[in-house]
């Protein structure tokens, strides 16, 4: 038997062991713990790549086999797909006014195609600078005035056309702050170039497709490709200066060129794909009903930044990490035919549900002649506006469900006067709350930037006797007015 010294030394040797394994282990997990929170404290970076003029189903992803998105595809596979995501207008200028501003284009102010909005906003710029984040534009802007998009840095498109590389990878390569990165591509907007790369026979026929394709096919695939390569450098770039894992990557197109100015779902339903190491399940897919007007939200919440009360917009975060609940019971659309190449007086307004969509044209043929007020000349631009679509009635009614591509008009049958009803209380509360001027006078006339409904082009005609004869006091000064105070909820 030992002696009791012996177990003594032994025993406490043994103790102390314990107690150095046990201060060693939570000196571990008290280490572990502030590095976790660490990581979780800093600041999430964002940056959002945005086509411009590319249709939903014009991408791998989406179900076209015949484009070369390798690129959109690798995200969707690393991240998180939606396939019920909107713009509230199928036109360049106001899809990116409002994933700037958070607001729908009338209250923004900009509903209608390169025109700013209202000064009095405050946007993207500096709500996130009031985050210590800078907030940088490379490549399209298309976006005004300069007081409201107040960038950190503006990078402007090379040689007119393709996005600022070299600069963006100086930025990425040197940033120390905090960031939220929106890089807009020109593509593939037109022009469409001539390609050996694809003909006619490579073309998908997509559902809402003429019999015929249409000669600038070929290269608007080109330019889907150009623009795959220029999102692939990006990826490499964010991959190689080590931003992959602490930021949220946005990929959208502004608008579906298909139903660009319109109403319809191809102009208006996006492709919409965000990758987000470590919060989102990789190679998901999302049916939440979602709108652009949600996006300046959900960065807001990402970067831990006061969301204004004034936005139209709901963040979906939750969405992101998986969670199915309903954002928004329903959203909304405007249309102008003003201030495009051929222009004329037919504004539409939209409301969609779950499943059912009205469409109100406030100037259709129907409805033409209740419309005229005092002013002569007016009153003909408004017909004309009228006749240039004779087939479009004053409302339209589409089950998305059984009819996605709006082919079968549901407005008299009358099993659906109901939903037609509960839609249309919808839609007119949105346009009070929205103070939209279309209530007062639906022949409303905009202000033009560059197509001038009384000025003959290449692309409109006017009759002689109304050439030059609109006045300034004739157009609505919506750009001015200040923001509306309800908010629908």
Sequence with gaps: RP??????????????????????????????????????????????????????????????????????????????????????????????????????????????????????????????????????????????????????????????????????????????????????????????????????????????????IGNHKPGYYQNIKDDNDQLGKVLEMVEKYGHEESSMFIYASDHGLSGKWSLQEQGLRLPFIVRWPGKIKPNTTSKTLLTLVDVLPTILEVSKTKIPRELDGKSFVESLKGDDKQINEYIYGVATRQNIRECKIFPSRMV??????????????????????????????????????????????????????????????????????????ALENWMKAQEDFLLEDPISILKPTLHPLDKNSKWNTVPQNLTGKLKNEDSVSYTHLTLPTKRIV
Excluded at 387 to 401: A, T
Aim: hydrophobic content about 35%; proline content about 7%.
């Design 3 to 212: 002696p009791r010294s012996t177990l003594s030394s032994s025993s406490a040797a043994s103790d102390v062991y314990k107690r150095q394994t046990y201060y060693f282990a939570l000196i571990f997990l008290l280490f572990f713990n502030s590095f976790y929170a660490q990581q979780e404290s800093k600041p999430t970076n964002i940056i959002f790549y945005l086509s411009d003029d590319q249709d939903l189903l014009d991408y791998g992803v989406y179900g076209n086999p015949k484009v070369e998105t390798s690129n959109v595809d690798l995200l969707a596979n690393q991240g998180i797909k939606f396939t019920n995501f909107y713009t509230g207008q199928a036109i360049c200028a106001p899809s990116r006014s409002q994933i700037f501003t958070g607001m729908y284009p009338v209250k923004n102010g900009c509903m209608a195609n390169h025109i700013g909005v209202k000064p009095n906003i405050k946007s993207i710029t500096s709500l996130l600078k009031e985050s210590g984040y800078e907030v940088v534009l490379a490549g399209k802007s298309h976006v005004k005035p300069n007081k409201v998009f107040d960038w950190t840095h503006y990078f402007p498109k090379v040689n007119n056309r393709y996005l600022p590389l070299e600069k963006i990878d100086n930025y990425l390569k040197n940033v120390s702050k905090p960031f939220c990165l929106i890089i807009a591509s020109d593509y593939p907007h037109g022009p469409f170039p001539k390609t050996d790369n694809y003909n006619k026979v490579d073309i998908f026929k997509l559902p809402y497709d003429p019999n015929y």
């Design 352 to 425: 969609r549900g779950s499943r059912f969509k009205l469409i109100r044209n406030f100037n259709s043929v129907e409805v033409v002649n209740s419309n005229l007020g005092d002013n002569p000349i007016i009153n003909e631009f408004a017909k004309i506006g009228a006749e240039s679509f004779p087939n479009v009635p004053y409302e339209e009614l589409y089950d998305l469900e059984k009819d996605p591509y709006q082919k079968v008009n549901l407005i008299k049958v009358n099993k659906y006067k109901k939903i037609r009803n509960r839609l249309s209380i």
